[in-house]
């Protein structure tokens, strides 16, 4: 049997490239008289923007500090033992750059053992153990603190999780096992499950504290000073901890299949990790610790060499990493200032956008639309949404007054958009209005001005085509709710040069947005895949096959919500006006659905009815339904469906839609909500098998996004 330490060096030959985290011990008196005390910092030598992470060198690190802590206990040299991190981190989980290279069952398996090894040391030394959560803690970072005995948490923490789920795994080294024997199962499936799912939602440390997971909070400007005050109290028994009674009945039961509704409305069953999860919890209720931790150890190690995992670790590297930087951007250098923003319509979309600029770039924003009415309603609605702000104390009265000072709405262009560096449209989706539109814009706005279009659809260069510069106009396309999705495609015309393509990228970094470089095709990229997606739907039940079953089939994607729902978020009037772009564009791969037009036609707003609360086929709409005698199964409609996506993002690829496959992926994360753990589309068209039967290759080399060969 190998020793804790055997195992995390043949794990660090393995990794040769980690960021080691030091384990710094220093020993002080505690205040009140209470005794020597050893505490252990966590420290990577980095700043906060590179967190503190545990990779098999840095657990070995930790594992020899706890040999010096532990022979101190036993002799009677101190009181008690305490670890905290580096100034704003704490710790922020298992190093996943090491995950991804691991190619062994067993190799994953040491992982989990070496993690488990070294924390349940800190619960077994002869004195009291304290964890100070000082900073950002995650993973494996939260879970060395719950193998303490006490816990103190900084009010200031900005981020807190067990974030396991939504990439792919299971709190492994402890968590699954110890947070519902400290804070109850329902609150742990909460903080395990449902957070992860819910976008990896965070805690603040006011919630640490709420849960039970800390048993003190103190202000971040003398945290450590407090905890330590605090942790003499209580190692002179002035202080009591009182830990709830965990109820072992039916209530365990139940926050277990609670957590099993969730993550069936979730992932639909189409990924392993949040069940693998629930039947540790579930086998956590007997209270044996160790029968807890090795089940931790299998399900870690099973699903660090399964494809969900590589996936959403995939998945997260796009979005934290190349969606930070986005391929084909110009060099920055070449961007503007943006001082003024101008806004073309005052709608619902336009005013979301000017609540958009005037919040994050704080520069005036200035409406225009047809009549006094329209601009005044959207600048009410400005107005209506920085009140709920300060309603909701997000933002203070001072900055309520500045916001709302800097929107105006006029009906002259001239006088609004005179000095405005970037106007950005947003009214009715026909060519003609966006080209009259433009021409007006471009015959006021100064010379350097950006003439930004929030199309979804149409041609950026035809839009230009009849202007004086049509270099500086620019495809800025977001997506509905603005406030939440993050993805803009920055789409370049033909004409567009550097400097208003830079000024676009600059403007979308500071509206906090994921921006993708698109090349100018119809409908870009979510919408063109979306529509192909949507196509097939509508084709087979146009054909024949029920509704019921066309949504069912495509279940096992796990996707937010079913095709039907999602064509009733866009607006089936949107989605068939696209489908008939693209139809004219690419008529052998596009249809326009008829039922889709007989359903826009009578003007409903989708195919459902909620009057149970669930989705029910609307019967006015099964009454326009005309359908055809074929009748596919789930399997078959399933397969059609993803054929045509990967043919089409084949088509795409070649095409030059944008730089690679993995702007396809980032796009559809950021932009149309697709599952975290499949890593975007084309890691499970490939995983599937669907790329190389459809297009005779895989979209992504083998170990990208999957288990290395």
Not at 464 to 475: D, F, I
Not at 572 to 592: C, M, Q, W, Y
């Amino acid at each position: 049997m190998s020793t804790t330490a055997e195992l995390l060096k043949q794990a660090s030959e393995l990794f040769p490239d980690e960021v080691v985290t030091s384990a710094h011990v220093r020993h002080f008196d505690l205040p009140l008289g209470a005794g020597r005390f050893a505490l252990i910092t966590l420290d990577n030598g980095l700043d906060h923007t590179k967190p503190t992470t545990f990779g098999p060198a840095s657990l070995a690190n930790l594992n020899t500090a706890i040999d010096q802590v532990e022979k101190e206990a036993a002799d009677g040299e101190i009181v008690g033992a305490g670890i905290t991190g580096k100034p704003f981190i704490f710790a922020v989980g298992a190093d996943l750059k090491g995950v991804e290279i691991l190619k062994e069952h067993e190799h994953a398996l040491a992982i989990g053992k070496g993690g488990h090894e070294v924390f349940k040391r800190l619960s077994k030394l002869a004195v009291p153990t304290f964890a100070y959560y000082n900073g950002a803690a995650m993973g494996g970072g939260v879970e060395v603190g719950l193998h303490c005995t006490y816990r103190t948490v900084s009010a200031a923490i900005p981020a807190f999780s067990l974030p396991e789920v939504f990439l792919g795994l299971v709190p492994g080294w402890g968590g699954c096992t110890l947070l519902p024997n400290l804070i109850g199962p329902e609150k742990a499936v909460s903080v395990i499950i449902e957070n992860s799912l819910n976008q990896n939602k965070q805690l603040k440390g006011k919630q640490v504290f709420e849960l039970g997971i800390a048993d003190a909070i103190f202000e971040g400007a003398d945290f450590l000073e407090q905890s330590l005050i605090w942790t003499a109290s209580v190692l002179k028994g002035e202080i009591e901890i009182e830990r709830p009674v965990i109820d072992r009945g039916e209530a365990w039961d139940q926050a277990v299949a609670k957590g099993r509704f969730i993550a069936d409305s979730k992932v639909h069953g189409a990924a392993p990790a949040a069940y693998r999860a629930l039947d540790i919890i579930a086998a956590a209720k007997n209270g044996d610790l160790q029968q807890g931790y090795d089940a931790e150890d299998k399900a870690l190690a099973d699903l660090i060499m399964g494809g969900e995992l590589r996936a959403g670790i995939y998945a997260f590297n796009l979005v934290q990493k190349r969606g930070k930087r986005p391929a084909g951007a110009p060099d920055k250098n070449l961007a503007r200032p943006v001082t003024k923003v101008g806004v073309v319509g005052a709608g619902l979309m336009a005013s979301q956008l000017a609540l958009l600029f005037l919040r994050r770039l704080e520069v005036p924003v200035v409406l225009t639309d047809i009549d006094q009415e329209r601009v005044d309603k959207g600048v009410g609605y400005v107005h209506a949404e920085i009140d709920k702000l300060l309603g909701k104390g997000r933002i203070n009265q001072d900055k309520a007054n500045r916001l709302k000072a800097l929107v105006s709405g006029v009906l002259d262009k001239a006088e609004g958009f005179a000095d405005a560096d970037f106007v950005i449209e947003a009214v009715f989706e026909e060519m003609g209005v966006k080209q009259k539109v433009f021409a007006e814009v471009e015959a006021v706005a100064p010379a350097h001005a950006i003439l930004a279009t929030n199309t979804s659809s149409l041609s950026v260069s035809e839009m230009a085509s009849k202007l004086q510069h049509p270099e500086r106009v620019v495809g800025f396309h977001f997506f509905n709710p603005v406030a939440v999705l993050p993805l803009l495609e920055i789409v370049r015309g033909e004409k567009t040069d550097d400097a208003s393509l830079a000024t676009a990228f600059g403007v979308a970094k500071k509206l906090k947005k994921t921006a993708v470089l698109t090349k100018d095709a119809p409908a870009f990229v979510v919408n063109r895949i979306l529509t192909r997606f949507m196509g097939e739907i509508q084709n087979v039940i146009d054909e024949g096959t029920p509704v019921e079953v066309a949504e069912k089939a495509i279940e096992p994607l796990g996707l937010p919500m079913s095709p039907l729902v999602l064509l009733e978020l866009v607006g089936p009037a949107i989605g068939l006006h696209v489908s008939e772009t693209l139809n004219k564009a690419f008529p052998d791969r596009f249809t326009v659905s008829p039922n889709l037009k007989a359903v826009v036609e009578a003007g409903k707003r989708g195919f459902y009815v909620y009057d149970s609360g669930k989705p029910e086929l609307d019967p006015e709409v099964a009454a326009l339904l005309k359908q055809g005698d074929t009748v596919l199964t789930e399997e078959q409609v399933r397969t059609r469906v993803l054929d045509a996506v990967a043919q089409e993002i084949g088509i795409m690829l070649d095409e030059g839609v944008v730089a690679e496959a993995q702007d396809i992926d980032l796009c559809l994360i950021t932009g149309a909500g697709w599952p975290f753990h499949l890593g975007g589309i084309t890691p499970y068209l490939d995983r599937e098998g669907v790329s190389e039967r459809v297009n005779g290759k895989r979209f992504l080399a083998p170990g990208v996004a999957s288990v290395p060969a």
